[in-house]
């Protein structure tokens, strides 16, 4: 997916001039034998006391375990090591039957980049300096369990085998994660702190910091690491030290994306569904219908003003329905009943738009599995229009008063099992499922088409600009 390098997430608009800019994540997926990961084996001695493991991350789902990262590859207190989400969201750092530290704060926001941080200096004099863990810029301190190791104990770091995104222990568990992973940073005996990787601006966002001066081979270690993914073709590439590349597990260019802290896309949103729990997976862009009844999810970003663009990447099967919501929807388990959504619906082989009143508006078209559809909604004017292959289907219907108001959600569902469809917002999509790389005006955003002239992708940097 090289075109990302060159046309997407780019643009005019900047986060001040000294900031600086993330360019690629990586999308990591939980999927049996074929969870996505990356893992190195270790070979040269480092050290078992003292590093550092930074990484920005976005979740995609929640309420199941998910490592982050491990390193060691024996099952003991003294082999293991590694940072996981549990099963109730809390962040956990843990050895083989130690909890370190257990956080009282659970992570559930589907909207946000989290930036984690995890120091080990278990040389310190000080019990509570051993093991720390920063959020955001901000040292955790909340803790339901807290056990620190003793002074000048071996820890799991730089021992056998690291592991990104997965468990060198639990593996065959997939207890991986789901989400997204940015400017993935491990020092193998040197301890840095949060501020060493990034910096409040003038409205108190915790922004990264550009890495260059300690991401070299003096800075990092033996086994220390600095993963950018900004080579497509290399996606386990290490910026700190090129021989110490990390294989890939699942892994290619399809994977690489440019949902990132810089600019942080629109994603759908597992913790809020319509109706029933929809499937939501592959970076939060694609769901899928395991139940006969409606099931749907939103976006994670909304909007009350501005001119806005995104895509629903065909679907399959009859009553399948795809456009906004309010953030009062989801009430009415009949999709097209509920007063706070409005969408068109695929019904009988007939694309029709359906308002709350379940009225057929504008257009009635006949539709295929091969289709890409834009949404094109304009909050200034209140409307909305559909485009189908690049081409409009209605002329701008107004949505003015007629789902209430507030802010206004992307929003799919479906009636029936087995039933998918894919939503493109811009920052990830399969190179496979497009075969352009169009951007909106302002650079940002990969689609199969070009957003209608004055229409933007759903991402933070547009927000800050139109919305």
């Not at 900047?14 to 990591?28: C, D, F, P, R």
């Not at 220390?224 to 090129?242: C, Q, V």
Request: glycine share 10%; hydrophobic share 35%; with cysteine.
């Amino acid at each position: 997916m090289e075109v990302l390098q060159r046309t997407a997430n780019r643009g005019s608009i900047a986060t001040g001039a000294a900031s600086y800019e993330i360019e690629n994540s990586v999308k990591l997926q939980t999927s049996g034998v074929n969870s996505e990961f990356f893992n190195y084996n270790v070979s040269s001695t480092g050290s078992r006391t003292k590093g550092t493991v930074s990484m920005w991350i976005k979740r995609t789902s929640f309420g199941t375990v998910q490592y982050l990262w491990e390193q060691g590859d024996t099952n003991s207190n003294t082999g293991r090591l590694n940072a996981r989400f549990q099963s109730d969201d809390t962040l956990i750092l843990a050895s083989s039957s130690t909890a370190f530290l257990v956080t009282n704060r659970v992570f559930r926001d589907a909207s946000a980049w989290y930036h984690i941080v995890v120091a080990v200096d278990t040389t310190s004099g000080t019990a509570d300096n051993r093991m720390r863990l920063y959020v955001n810029g901000v040292e955790e301190t909340s803790f339901s369990t807290r056990n620190n190791p003793s002074q000048n104990q071996d820890t799991g770091l730089n021992f056998e085998r690291q592991y990104i995104g997965s468990s060198t222990v639990s593996a065959a568990l997939y207890e991986t994660f789901n989400g997204y992973m940015a400017e993935v940073f491990g020092a193998d005996g040197l301890v840095y702190a949060a501020s060493d990787f990034g910096e409040f601006d003038s409205s108190g966002i915790w922004k990264p910091k550009d890495l260059t001066a300690i991401a070299i081979s003096s800075s990092v270690g033996t086994n220390g690491f600095y993963m950018k993914f900004e080579n497509a073709a290399g996606m386990g590439a290490n910026s700190a030290n090129s021989g110490h590349g990390f294989s890939v597990q699942n892994i290619n260019q399809n994977d690489q994306a440019t949902d990132v802290p810089s600019n942080n896309f629109c994603t759908l949103n597992p913790l809020w569904t319509f109706a029933n729990t929809m499937g939501v997976s592959d970076g939060a862009t694609n769901v899928n219908n395991t139940v006969i009844a409606w099931g749907g999810a939103k976006g994670s970003i909304g909007v009350n003003s501005g001119k806005w663009y995104w895509e629903h990447l065909a679907f399959n099967g009859n009553d399948t329905m795809f456009g906004i919501q309010n953030q009062a929807g989801g009430g009415n388990t009949q999709a097209y009943l509920d007063p706070y959504t409005l969408a068109i619906q695929a019904n009988s082989n007939v694309i029709q738009f359906t308002d709350p009143s379940n009225r057929t508006e504008a257009f009635s078209k006949t539709f295929s599995v091969s289709d890409i559809w834009g949404v094109a909604l304009d909050l200034d004017a209140n409307t909305i229009a559909y485009y189908r292959n690049g081409s409009i289907v209605n002329s701008a219907f107004s949505i003015d008063g007629l789902i209430g108001n507030g802010e206004f959600f992307p929003f799919v569902t479906h009636y029936g099992s087995g039933l998918n469809s894919r939503v493109n917002f811009g920052g990830y999509v399969p190179a496979y499922l497009i075969s352009s790389a169009a951007s909106d005006e302002n650079g940002y955003g990969t689609f199969e088409y070009a957003p209608p002239s004055g229409y933007y992708a759903l991402c933070t940097k547009n927000l800050a600009e139109y919305g």
